[in-house]
Structures are given as C-alpha cells and as structure tokens.
C-alpha cells in the first residue's frame, strides 16, 4: 500500500508527521479508490525537491503515511476520470488530515467550437 523513500527514511520521530488523506469524490462524497497520494517536499523557492512517497487509497478513500519531516510539502492527488488535484501545504503537527474532493474535468473552451 505505501511504496516510500527518502522522506520516511530521514525523518526523526520527534520532527516528523504522520499524515492521513481521504479522498472524495466531490459530487456525491463517495470514496475514490485506489488514487495516487503522491508527496514532495518543496524547497523555500518553491521548487520541488528530490525524494518523496506516493500512496493508494483503499477501498474507503483512506491512506496514511508516518515518518514525514515538518515543512513544506507538496501534495498531488492523481485518479482516472478525475481532475488532478496539487497544492503545497506546511505541516507543522505531528498528526494531520486531509479531506480532498475531487470533481470531473471540466470542458475545455475553445473558440473553435
């Protein structure tokens, strides 16, 4: 379920999170299965750093991941049929959650149409 490195391997127990995501479909709250919860931590630019976790929801929208240093870090969420989610997010407790909702893509404009 978790295939992690590098950040679960460097983190101290007594400077590191654990973390745990459910994943919504945002139309009718249902649970999405097997999503990819993918973790980076990103650098006081901005910028991406090597290294990171990703995980996969269970049947219920659940995944968790101890050993995660404090900072910053990015958070992808990526499932089929639905619109990729990302934002960076500091984590600062030793336990914290979190509530994504996915929504369909939406249409593309274009003035071609």
């Known amino acids: ?22 994943v919504l479909k945002a139309e009718n709250q249902k649970p999405v299965r097997n999503a990819s919860v993918i ?22 929208g ?8 404090f900072g910053r870090m990015r958070i992808q969420v990526i499932a089929p049929g639905l619109q990729t989610y990302g934002e960076d997010c500091e ?4 336990d914290q959650e979190f509530v994504i909702k996915m929504s369909r893509p ?8």
């Open 91 to 94: 984590i600062k407790q030793a």
């Open 62 to 69: 659940t995944a968790r991941v101890d050993g995660i240093p």
């Open 39 to 60: 973790i980076h931590p990103v650098n006081k630019e901005g910028r991406q750093q090597k290294g990171g976790v990703e995980l996969k929801t269970d049947a219920e």
């Open 1 to 22: 379920m978790v295939a992690g490195f590098a950040l679960a391997t460097i983190a101290v127990a007594n400077d590191a999170a654990t973390l745990h995501f459910t």
């Open 106 to 113: 939406k249409d593309q404009l274009s003035i071609y149409k």
